[in-house]
């Protein structure tokens, strides 16, 4: 986050100030001063105060203090991650989604009960008749080893038949699939054999943000609602489809608009695909975070 300095702290007489930062807790905010521009990078979860020290030429000075609040580092592995902000990006691997039919933008999870947006605040609308956000093929995305997807998503009442939040694959010839079915939240990946290996998670609550997480480590799935595992299914392959993924809604390619069932209905947030089978700890740091996941290399 930028901050121009001097649109806050001024000089009456005009005269030129000089500026200084400093960060109560560097580990939670970093700051920076680059002539007149104020740099606050959130680095972890937490709260720190940032002092900001304006000073004229003649060395009277005075200070503003801003509370900044923290955010969750991403897991290390993170390949793709589409953040529903206003756009499109995928922040980390380059594999924008491309939303059609009237898909479209909303407020996210991370702003849901705040008047403005805490830093990024946006998720990906759906309105579950045709409306999809379509990601290409991408070998990436068919693994042969282990990785992990996570999204947070609101349900409105039209999902509660079938409603895929992200998919790769077409209808009965999926590689892997985060879901709603009859009510419930569902996972599942196909073999090889395109033998379905499901896990089912609670009812889904309506018009409320819930977290849902993935994981396959080459052996073994393993399914996360609200950072609960729900179960596990051993599964030795998984089959690869060059068929696009999609947000919100499964490939329909090939298909006639009266086969399949509605799909997704209402916002989801936060979609990110990594390489390596995320572990528990990991999942419910992301979950528990109200301030948002850092923009920054885990690293």
Same mark, same amino acid.
């Given at each position: 986050?930028?901050?121009?300095?001097?649109?806050?702290?001024?000089?009456?007489?005009?005269?030129?100030?000089?500026?200084?930062?400093?960060?109560?807790?560097?580990?939670?905010?970093?700051?920076?001063?680059?002539?007149?521009?104020?740099?606050?990078?959130?680095?972890?979860?937490?709260?720190?105060?940032?002092?900001?020290?304006?000073?004229?030429?003649?060395?009277?000075?005075?200070?503003?203090?801003?509370?900044?609040?923290?955010?969750?580092?991403? +897991?290390?592995?993170?390949?793709?991650?589409?953040?529903?902000?206003?756009?499109?990006?995928?922040?980390?691997?380059?594999?924008?989604?491309?939303?059609?039919?009237?898909?479209?933008?909303?407020?996210?999870?991370?702003?849901?009960?705040?008047?403005?947006?805490?830093?990024?605040?946006?998720?990906?609308?759906?309105?579950?008749?045709?409306?999809?956000?379509?990601?290409?093929?991408?070998?990436?995305?068919?693994?042969?080893?282990?990785?992990?997807?996570?999204?947070?998503?609101?349900?409105?009442?039209?999902?509660?038949?079938?409603?895929?939040?992200?998919?790769?694959?077409?209808?009965?010839?999926?590689?892997?699939?985060?879901?709603?079915?009859?009510?419930?939240?569902?996972?599942?990946?196909?073999?090889?054999?395109?033998?379905?290996?499901?896990?089912?998670? +609670?009812?889904?609550?309506?018009?409320?943000?819930?977290?849902?997480?993935?994981?396959?480590?080459?052996?073994?799935?393993?399914?996360?609602?609200?950072?609960?595992?729900?179960?596990?299914?051993?599964?030795?392959?998984?089959?690869?489809?060059?068929?696009?993924?999609?947000?919100?809604?499964?490939?329909?390619?090939?298909?006639?608009?009266?086969?399949?069932? +509605?799909?997704?209905?209402?916002?989801?947030?936060?979609?990110?695909?990594?390489?390596?089978?995320?572990?528990?700890?990991?999942?419910?740091?992301?979950?528990?975070?109200?301030?948002?996941?850092?923009?920054?290399?885990?690293?």
């Amino acid at each position: 986050m930028n901050i121009g300095p001097s649109s806050h702290l001024s000089d009456p007489d005009r005269g030129a100030l000089a500026y200084e930062a400093n960060s109560s807790d560097p580990a939670v905010a970093r700051v920076m001063v680059t002539g007149t521009l104020l740099t606050v990078e959130a680095l972890s979860r937490g709260i720190a105060d940032v002092t900001v020290t304006a000073r004229d030429d003649r060395s009277a000075e005075v200070r503003q203090v801003v509370e900044v609040l923290g955010c969750v580092r991403v +897991p290390d592995g993170a390949l793709h991650w589409w953040t529903g902000d206003g756009t499109g990006a995928d922040i980390v691997g380059g594999l924008d989604v491309t939303l059609m039919n009237g898909a479209d933008y909303a407020k996210g999870h991370v702003d849901s009960n705040a008047e403005e947006p805490f830093s990024f605040g946006g998720a990906f609308s759906f309105d579950g008749v045709d409306a999809i956000g379509r990601l290409p093929d991408a070998p990436i995305l068919n693994p042969a080893g282990p990785f992990s997807v996570m999204v947070r998503a609101k349900a409105r009442p039209a999902s509660v038949h079938s409603g895929a939040s992200i998919a790769k694959g077409h209808p009965w010839a999926e590689s892997w699939v985060l879901d709603t079915h009859n009510g419930l939240w569902r996972r599942f990946i196909r073999d090889r054999n395109l033998r379905d290996r499901r896990i089912h998670g +609670p009812r889904l609550v309506e018009n409320e943000w819930t977290h849902l997480a993935m994981t396959w480590d080459g052996g073994r799935l393993a399914f996360y609602v609200d950072a609960a595992e729900q179960g596990t299914r051993s599964v030795g392959s998984i089959h690869v489809t060059d068929a696009f993924a999609g947000i919100g809604a499964r490939s329909e390619e090939g298909f006639e608009d009266d086969e399949l069932a +509605p799909e997704f209905t209402g916002e989801i947030d936060e979609v990110m695909f990594f390489g390596r089978a995320l572990d528990p700890a990991e999942i419910r740091a992301v979950y528990e975070t109200t301030f948002g996941l850092c923009r920054l290399p885990a690293g």
